[in-house]
């Protein structure tokens, strides 16, 4: 509601707040404009691209889920067997 009368999102903590609402209210849209928001500004944390690539999963946006995953094992290298899993979960 504030969002829509102009108040401008600019904090991290902001941007966290609404992705954990976006996330469970199934706001796929949502979703991923917060996280790009925390990508740009955590742009070194990989829990947020493995975060979009489960949104771009959702969304049925497949080739973005899989740059996004490698992107997540690419900066945190503990991420690749997850990746993998999530990988075999994708349509080809």
């Keep these: 509601e504030a969002q829509r009368r102009g108040y401008e ?3 991290l903590y902001e ?3 609404l992705f954990e609402a976006y996330a469970e209210t ?3 849209e949502k979703v991923e404009w917060a996280v ?3 990508i740009e500004r955590e742009p070194t944390v990989a ?7 489960a949104t771009y ?11 996004e995953v490698k992107k997540a094992v690419e900066i945190d290298a503990s ?11 994708l349509p080809k």
């Design 26 to 28: 199934v706001q796929y």
């Design 9 to 11: 999102v600019s904090k």
């Design 57 to 67: 999963k959702g969304m049925g946006r497949y080739a973005e889920a899989r740059e």
């Design 15 to 17: 941007f966290k707040q």
């Design 79 to 89: 991420f690749a067997r997850e990746a993998e899993v999530f990988l075999k979960t």
């Design 47 to 53: 829990r947020w691209h493995a975060v979009l690539a």
């Design 36 to 38: 790009r928001n925390l």
